[in-house]
């Protein structure tokens, strides 16, 4: 049960499109659809911002996309806003009744 | 409205119990799996426990197995988690999650969190 890998922190201008990479392997990312995206401030209630892969809750702005190639899932942030600021971790289901989630990574909109 | 209310956290002994608790309301209990995602100080979320719509399957993460046991009663719309043989490395912030569907996807909801301090 190793981390999903993410980058640690990952920076954009206003306006500016920033991806963040999750990587895992064929027992978790690479095997399931079962991928998500949180958005989180410490302290508060984590928010999905994607699930499924690439699949957006209502209410989510869809300058938020996220995409898998292989072991490999990635968050898309497009016209990036100081709003967006905060941290993102990426989950996987990892198979018999468990789940993983990344590291972390810290958006800084500059 | 979806609701999760965690209880139970608090300051223990390495080596003490604690048995955390959360309060769903909003929805119906028996329909959806259920998780524990805790985050420690500076560290990030990590995946804790898991139980699925009857309590049939359940899974834990590698450092908390044998130690902690996760259950529901989905007639009260409560879930817990009965932590035993507490180390420090426990302390965190201990978030109830529910899940998008009866099995193990995304969280779709989450509590606003208990603190578990481990101290000596």
């Known amino acids: 049960q190793s981390a999903l890998t993410q980058p640690r922190s990952v920076s954009g201008s206003p306006g500016q499109s920033v991806t963040i990479s999750c990587t895992g392997s064929s027992s978790d990312v690479g095997g399931y659809k079962y991928v998500s995206w949180y958005q989180y401030h410490p302290g508060k209630a984590p928010k999905v911002i994607i699930y499924d892969v690439s699949k957006r809750p209502s209410g989510v702005p869809d300058r938020f996309s996220g995409s898998k190639s292989g072991n490999t899932a990635s968050l898309t942030i497009s016209g990036l806003q100081a709003e967006d600021e905060a941290d993102y971790y990426c989950c996987s289901y990892t198979g018999t009744y468990t789940m993983v989630f990344g590291g972390g990574t810290k958006v800084t909109v500059l | 409205e979806v609701q999760l209310v965690e209880s139970g956290g608090g300051v223990v002994r390495p080596g003490g119990s604690l048995r955390l608790s959360c309060a769903a309301s909003?929805?119906?209990?028996?329909?959806?799996?259920m998780s524990w995602v805790r985050q420690a100080p500076g560290k990030g979320l990590e995946w804790v426990s898991g139980?699925?719509?009857?309590?049939?399957?359940?899974g834990y993460t590698d450092s908390v197995k044998g130690r902690f046991t996760i259950s529901r009663d989905n007639a009260k719309k409560s879930l817990y988690l009965q932590m035993n043989s507490l180390r420090t490395e426990d302390t965190a912030l201990y978030f109830c999650?529910?899940?998008?569907?009866?099995?193990?996807?995304?969280?779709?909801?989450w509590g606003q969190g208990t603190l578990v301090t481990v101290s000596s």
């Open positions: 999650a529910r899940h998008r569907s009866s099995g193990y996807d995304s969280f779709a909801y």
């Open positions: 909003g929805f119906t209990s028996d329909d959806y799996a």
């Open positions: 139980i699925n719509w009857n309590g049939g399957r359940t």
